[in-house]
Each structure stands twice: as structure tokens, then as C-alpha cells.
């Protein structure tokens, strides 16, 4: 095998804002060959796992980091030799040849007897999609990536060792578990096939998907899908509703919001008057600014909104307003504006999308009249605001009722119910109704 040279193979870019990554593991070891493409190391980042693939085909000499080891994007972290692929297939080709000369010398050629017909006939391959069938593999190591991945999937080592392995010596592979996941999870409650079925058995069910044309998701969108299916497997879902009279802030708003603008040079959208209201109610209500952890309740010390964004992609993202408590209006709007900005332009921080305590989801700025928001995990809930919708209110004084046109607006918390129950979860979508209803004497 002839070598072209030893070449560093450094750590490369997995994104915007990624500024390092963790090993997890080397799938090809010191002294092993490999081909162009072959996957050389498994690499963990704050957004994603990664497989990183050879960039041409050759030998693996030296390791610069194991595994578990934090390596900036950049860094050396192996050494690797490159071969000459032309050579190496010449000189397989020569020693083919060379055995064959040898095994020739050795015995007389002889015309060799034609084969007997086989009596039983050669089984076809199935034309029809057959009943899916859990694997009996004996290899039963997992790498930190899959292991990884069935954590977050909630799938038992009992249900990853149904799974069909495509790799190395019957080895479980990332694509093998994404791939038996799209499939719905087939061997979820498998039988075992030990046991004599008894009971309700699992339909053997085969949904059409249908034909048409086939859109691959990209990075975002891949984990979005997979945090919401994750929080709706951990958290069990309950959502709340009220309505809250939006009139006072809709006409205090009309009324500012130009001033505010020249005085502050900021706009004045709705979202920095919710998150106040949300930060007061969280105050009030702190077991809200809460996640789980095991079986204890982590209540946090600060109250870091995340206002979920829609990109110009289409995709979603949660930017985060730290510390909303310690901010006045201005602040909030400045704040608001800012990450909305860098939102639309993509150019928000991994720093910027992080620790949020409580999020909202504003789902009227589409339309929507209300919404029932997943939780963005690990927050104990999420609020919704629905459309601003004028309406005819029956209204109560003191002379009597009276119908007035009002400005109505539906507010929706989904909590998760291992923390949070219904009269807290009440009694905080109930408050924050109350701060958007009162009458603001502040004037700009």
C-alpha cells in the first residue's frame, strides 16, 4: 500500500455559532483503515450529533483527543495517512494473481463435474412488504451516540436489541434507530417470541403514506420534531384556557406608541406588554419558573422569558429575554426587538437561545384564536396568546348590564401536570389576565 503522506485532519465547522464540540466516540481506531466516506468519529454539539466522514481513504495513525474530550472547531484531533487507491487496488489485483498462479501450479487442472439441481427450489424474494420481524442480534454494545438518542426517544435497551443493525460485526448504528423511529416503532411491544401470545396483541399495521413529492427536513427542523415528540413523551400535557379584556391595553398602546417610539427609538409591539404581564404573574406564582428534575423540583431564581420566533424558513426558533424582572418597558422592548431582528436575519447566538424558565408562544400574530402550545422543555408550561379579536361583551355596572364592543383575547397554558396542578395553573393564567386588564396610568 502506498502512502501520499501524513495529513492533520482538524475538527470541521457543524454550524453557525457552534465554537466546539465533544467526542463521543471513534468508530475507527489507531492502525485501522478506512475508505472515503467511511465515518472516522461520532461528534456531539449543543444543537446536534454529528458523524464525522473521511475525507479520503487511507489509515487512522493518531488521536489527539479521546473520548468525552471537548475539542474547539479547528483543532487538530487526528492524524491520518493517506493511500493511493490505484496502487492499493494494483496490488490487491497482483496478489490475486500471484495466489492463482501458485494454486495452479500446485494441482492439474480439471474439468470441473456440473453441479446436481438442488431438489428444493430457491426461495424468491417476498414482492409483498412482509410483517416486520424484531431482530435477534447477539451484539449488544451501543455507542454514547445511540444510547443517546434512545434516551431521548425513551427506548429501553430491552426494545433497542429488537432493532436490525446494518453495521460492523451486527453493530447498532445512529441511521439503524432513526430509521426503526420513522418506522413507528415497531418492536415498541413486541411480543417475545418465547412466549405464547395471550391478550391484545399489537396490529400488524401498514399505514399508505401516499405518493408525491418528497421534501428531506433540514437540521432545524429534524430537532424540532424530534424536542416535540420528546417533550410530549416526558410531560403529560394539560392545557387551560381564559379570556382576557384587552380593551385598556389596546387603547393605552394606540395612545403611546408613537411617542414611545421618538422618546425611546423602539417599537412598541404587544410581545414586551405580554412578557411583563407574564413576569409579574411568574412572581407571584413561582413554583410556575419551575422544571423536574428526577424527584425534585428545581424552582429558578430568575425569570428568563423565551418568546418563540418564526423564522423566514418557516422554522421556529426560542429566543430568550434574560433576566425580564429587571426590566422596564423600554428595556423589554429594546430587548424584544433586538433578538426579533437577529432572528429574522439569522444571526442569534447559541448564547441567545438558551436557559429560558418560561416561554410564549404568540399564535395570534397568524391568525389563530387560541392554541394548544407543547412545552418547551425542561420549562414546566407555555403560554399562548391568541388574535385580539373585537367582540360584543355583555357587561356588568352598577345601573345594569349593557352590551359594549370590547377587545377580547384568548390566553392558553399547557403545564406539565408532574409539577404543576390545575388551581396553580389557574390561578397564574387567571393573574396574568388580570395585569393585561388593568388600566395603565404611565403616559409617553
Do not use: C
Not at 38 to 55: F, H, Q, R, S, Y
Not at 71 to 89: F, P, R
Not at 110 to 134: I, N
Not at 387 to 414: F, N, P, W
Amino acid at each position: 500500500m502506498s502512502s501520499k503522506g501524513k495529513t492533520e485532519f482538524k475538527l470541521p465547522k457543524m454550524g453557525e455559532s457552534i465554537t466546539e464540540g465533544t467526542i463521543l466516540n471513534w468508530i475507527v481506531s489507531e492502525g485501522e483503515s478506512f475508505q472515503e466516506g467511511d465515518i472516522l468519529v461520532e461528534v456531539g454539539t449543543d444543537k446536534v450529533d454529528n458523524e464525522v466522514p473521511a475525507p479520503f481513504s487511507g489509515t487512522l495513525v493518531e488521536t489527539k483527543y479521546g473520548a468525552n474530550d471537548i475539542v474547539k472547531i479547528g483543532e487538530v484531533i487526528a492524524v491520518l495517512e493517506e493511500t493511493s487507491v490505484s496502487e492499493t487496488s494494483g496490488k490487491s489485483t497482483e496478489e490475486k494473481t500471484k495466489s492463482q498462479d501458485n494454486s495452479t501450479a500446485k494441482k492439474p487442472t480439471k474439468p470441473s463435474p456440473p453441479k446436481p439441481a438442488s431438489k428444493t427450489p430457491k426461495t424468491q424474494p417476498p414482492t409483498e412488504s412482509q410483517p416486520w420481524m424484531p431482530s435477534s442480534r447477539g451484539n449488544h454494545f451501543y455507542s454514547p451516540l445511540v444510547e443517546k438518542i434512545a434516551k431521548e426517544h425513551h427506548i429501553s435497551y430491552e426494545e433497542l436489541a429488537r432493532i436490525p443493525a446494518s453495521g460492523k460485526k451486527d453493530r447498532l448504528q445512529k441511521s439503524d434507530v432513526f430509521k426503526y423511529i420513522e418506522e413507528g416503532r415497531p418492536a415498541q411491544f413486541a411480543q417475545s417470541q418465547v412466549e405464547k401470545s395471550s391478550g391484545f396483541q399489537v396490529p400488524d399495521l401498514k399505514f399508505d403514506k401516499g405518493e408525491g413529492k418528497l421534501v428531506e427536513m433540514d437540521r432545524m427542523r429534524q430537532m424540532i420534531a424530534d424536542h416535540m415528540v420528546y417533550s410530549k413523551h416526558t410531560s403529560p400535557h394539560v392545557t387551560a384556557y381564559v379570556e382576557a379584556d384587552m380593551t385598556n391595553l389596546v387603547h393605552w398602546r394606540n395612545a403611546n406608541k408613537k411617542e414611545f417610539q421618538k422618546k425611546t427609538g423602539e417599537k412598541l409591539t404587544f410581545t414586551p406588554l405580554f412578557i411583563q404581564a407574564v413576569t409579574k404573574a411568574i412572581q407571584d406564582f413561582p413554583m410556575i419558573n419551575s422544571s423536574l428534575d428526577g424527584k425534585n423540583i428545581i424552582v429558578k431564581d430568575d425569570i428568563h422569558i423565551g418568546m418563540a420566533t418564526a423564522l423566514p424558513s418557516g422554522n421556529l426558533i426560542v429566543p430568550v429575554v434574560r433576566h425580564s424582572d429587571q426590566k422596564d418597558l423600554e428595556a423589554l422592548a429594546k430587548n424584544v426587538n433586538a433578538l426579533a431582528r437577529k432572528a429574522r436575519d439569522n444571526k442569534l447566538t447559541s448564547e441567545e437561545t438558551k436557559g429560558s424558565t418560561f416561554t410564549i408562544s404568540n399564535v395570534g400574530t397568524f391568525g389563530s384564536l387560541m392554541g394548544t402550545p407543547i412545552i418547551n422543555q425542561p420549562e414546566a408550561a407555555i403560554l399562548a396568546t391568541g388574535i385580539i379579536k373585537k367582540r360584543a361583551e355583555v357587561i356588568e355596572y352598577e345601573d345594569g348590564d349593557k352590551i359594549e364592543i370590547r377587545q377580547m383575547m384568548y390566553l392558553s397554558l399547557s403545564f406539565d401536570h408532574r409539577i404543576v396542578d390545575g388551581f396553580l395553573a389557574g390561578s397564574f393564567l387567571r393573574r396574568i389576565a388580570d395585569y393585561l386588564e388593568e388600566k395603565r396610568e404611565t403616559q409617553y
